[in-house]
Structures are given as C-alpha cells and as structure tokens.
C-alpha cells in the first residue's frame, strides 16, 4: 500500500512540472509579489504620498503583468515551433530512411533495459504505423514527447494571472490604509505569499517544505531592505 502511495505522489508530481504553465505559475506569482514590493517600497521609502505609491505599485503590475505573458508566450511558441520542425523531419526521415529510423529505435530500447529480440520485435512493431513510428522515435531516441510540449497560450495566461495576484499581496494595503502601517502590511502579505511559493516549489521537488519557504522569506527580506532604503536615500537626495 505504501509504495502505490509513493507511486501516486510521484505521479502527482509529474503532473504539477508540466511544460508551460507550472513553470510560468511559479515564475508568475514570484516575480509579482517580490517585483512589485520592490515598487511599492521604493516609492514609499522616497516618502511619496499614498496615491503615488498605488499609482507606481498598479503601474507595475499591469507592466510585469503584460511582460510575463508576453515573454511566455513567445519562449514556449518558440519551443512549439522548434520542436513540431523536429517532427517534420522525423517524417522526411521515414519516408526516406525508415530502416535507419526503426534501427535507431532498436537500439534505444536495448540500451533502456529490453533484450535485443523484444527490443527487434517491438521495433518493427511501431514501424508498421507511420504517426505511431514518429511519436515513439521522438520520445524514445531525441527525448521528448509531441504530446507535452507545451501550450503558449496556457503559459501566458498563467503568467499574466499569477504574477496579478502576487503583485495584489504588497498593493492591497494601500488601497486601504497608508505610512509606516501599510508598509509593513506590504512587507507581511509578501512574506506570506513568498512562504507559500517556496513551500510549493520544495514540495513539488520533493524536498523539505520549510527550508524553500524559509528561502523565499529571506529573499523577500533582503529586497525590502535593500529598495526601501534606496528610496529612503533617493527620497533624502532630492529633498
């Protein structure tokens, strides 16, 4: 009973690193909390009024918002793009090569642990159907799959929604209250925001969920002190 557990875990794991919009999720909600409290410190640090600082604060989460997503988008398309060029030369490859293909296939499966007269079988097997030769192949000898590659749209749309409601933790304050309270209210909310996500991560990685969450926190630490006293000192210059 227990190793089906362990099995289930692991299978639960897998299926929380899918290409595209994990890695967009967790990438998302962290740069919104830390990018945009780094904002919000900055210009309160430089003791500006409770309306700039959510003015700066909404200014950048709509730009990182856009930005993620953006870039998202264009880095998995582009992985879409690099990969769906792969298979298209698999299937030239077939047309012209196909004993080299389903040898290289062979090979592969003896090299995985199959003895030579399954790994012959099975081979010739999956060569009889030429889309089913092409997935195989693909999966087998150049180490990904055509059905996981990812979605642009899923990843953008991550992002831009992630990276939202982390950057709402240190601007919600604001939008309530204002000084020295809202301030730290910021810092709280990030912190808690950022164990969260540390935790997540270690546990998706199957390591401890306290020293990822203790990590985050000490990152969200050291980005509040450091731009708040920039904007302290930058506050002091001008004035």
Request: proline share 2%.
């Amino acid at each position: 009973m227990s190793k089906k557990k362990d099995s289930e875990i692991l299978a639960k794991r897998a299926l929380q690193v899918q290409p595209g919009a994990a890695r967009a999720a967790v990438l998302g909600v962290n740069d919104g909390l830390v990018s945009v409290l780094c904002i919000v410190l900055a210009v309160a640090g430089a003791g500006a009024s409770t309306h700039s600082v959510l003015l700066s604060g909404f200014a950048g989460l709509i730009a990182g918002a856009v930005s993620m997503a953006a870039g998202e988008w264009i880095s998995v398309r582009a992985q879409v793009e690099l990969f769906d060029g792969i298979l298209k030369d698999i299937r030239k490859l077939i047309a012209n090569d196909r004993g080299l293909l389903v040898e290289q296939v062979q090979d592969s499966l003896s090299k995985s642990g199959h003895g030579d007269k399954t790994a012959d079988t099975a081979a010739r097997e999956i060569a009889a159907d030429d889309h089913h030769l092409t997935e195989v192949y693909a999966r087998q000898v150049m180490g990904f799959n055509p059905d996981e590659l990812g979605s642009p749209w899923i990843a953008a749309g991550s992002s831009f929604v992630l990276f939202t409601l982390g950057a709402l933790a240190p601007l919600l304050p604001w939008v309530f209250t204002g000084g020295a309270l809202a301030i730290w209210l910021s810092v709280i909310f990030t912190a808690l925001g950022g164990l969260l996500v540390g935790g997540y991560i270690s546990s998706s990685s199957g390591r401890g969920v306290v020293r990822g969450a203790v990590r985050q926190l000490g990152i969200i630490i050291l980005a509040s002190v450091v731009t708040y006293g920039v904007g302290y000192l930058f506050g002091v210059s001008v004035s």
